[in-house]
């Protein structure tokens, strides 16, 4: 089944690229109102290191790289093959964490059964269609800033929504760009 409007998908413009290289990446997008008050809480932390910008906040399911332009079509395809859950679910970001190498973060303290099911899917499908798949196991985060470090003395925070969409984004100059995006729920599923 390809990507189709009638469902809620917005698709893929893969003939309006040039066949050039795109860094491509799935994700859930981090709504406007929930990135507004990360962005409040995280200038009044002070964190260190380079901030991620407020429009590019997500939550990524599937790092794919570089693939020509020419794979879009392939790519769109692959969502609409997945057990997508009929009414989204429930994303709860309550853990502020730094990983070695000063990527400081938000994740799950409990990542939802839906969300690790939906990559365990996406990574069989991006298999299936011959694409490379992560090894490393999933680690579900929120990426505040690079370049940074703990903080020694950050006031806790839970950022909660309800997740409704997946998107494919191309990652240019520093910016994703939401190329493809499926909603999730029972809209899919006609």
């Keep these: 089944m390809r990507c189709d409007p009638r469902n809620g998908a917005q698709c893929c413009q893969g003939e309006a690229m040039p066949d050039t290289s795109l860094r491509l990446f799935f994700a859930l997008p981090c709504p406007a109102h929930i990135a507004r008050r990360l962005d409040t809480w995280r200038l ?75 990559v365990r899917g996406l990574n069989e499908q991006l298999a299936l269609a011959g694409l490379p798949t992560e090894s490393r196991p999933y680690r579900p985060h929120l990426t505040l800033a690079r370049r940074s470090r703990m903080p020694c003395a950050a006031i806790p925070a839970t950022f909660s929504w309800r997740v409704e969409e997946l998107r494919l984004y191309r990652s240019l100059d520093g910016r994703y760009q939401a190329l493809c995006r499926w909603p999730l729920g029972s809209a899919q599923e006609q």
């Design 44 to 118: 009044a932390q002070g964190f260190s290191g380079v901030p991620t910008a407020r429009g590019n906040l997500h939550l990524t399911l599937a790092f794919l790289g570089q693939l020509p332009a020419s794979m879009l079509p392939l790519l769109e395809q692959l969502p609409p093959r997945l057990p997508l859950p009929q009414l989204g679910f429930d994303l709860s970001l309550d853990r502020l964490q730094c990983w070695p190498g000063g990527l400081l973060h938000l994740a799950p303290s409990q990542p939802p059964a839906t969300l690790l099911e939906l």
